[in-house]
Nanobody, 115 residues
Framework: VQLVESGGGLVQPGGSLRLSCVAS????????MRWYRQAPGKERELVAR????????YYQDSVKGRFTISRDNAQNTVYLQMNSLKPEDTAVYYC?????????WGRGTQVTVSS
């Protein structure tokens, strides 16, 4: 299993970014995918989740209405569209998939929200 995130960067408050995670090594369309984030000095936290079909999603309260998770099963890619970014969204964002007792992570992509 390989997960490769991209799309992070430096953005001003109120700005937008779209993160991508390209997956390989498993049947992508049959697995829920998750985005987590970890800010300096804090624990890693779940940001959003999407089931295999894409028909059901979950968001952490702090990002509801601002972030949108989506997926393209033909491209084995999951996205996180982030709008109205705030300084408190600054973190390393990780893509995640769980297969039974096995948990897989990408290397992460840094998002920094600052003026």
């Amino acid at each position: 299993v390989q997960l490769v995130e991209s799309g992070g960067g430096l953005v001003q408050p109120g700005g937008s970014l779209r993160l991508s995670c390209v997956a390989s090594g498993f049947t992508f369309s049959t697995y829920a995918m998750r985005w987590y984030r970890q800010a300096p000095g804090k624990e890693r936290e779940l940001v959003a989740r999407i089931i295999g079909s894409g028909r059901s999603t979950y968001y952490q309260d702090s990002v509801k209405g601002r972030f949108t998770i989506s997926r393209d099963n033909a491209q084995n890619t999951v996205y996180l569209q982030m709008n109205s970014l705030k300084p408190e969204d600054t973190a390393v964002y990780y893509c995640n998939v769980i297969d039974g007792s096995d948990v897989y992570w990408g290397r992460g992509t840094q998002v920094t929200v600052s003026s």
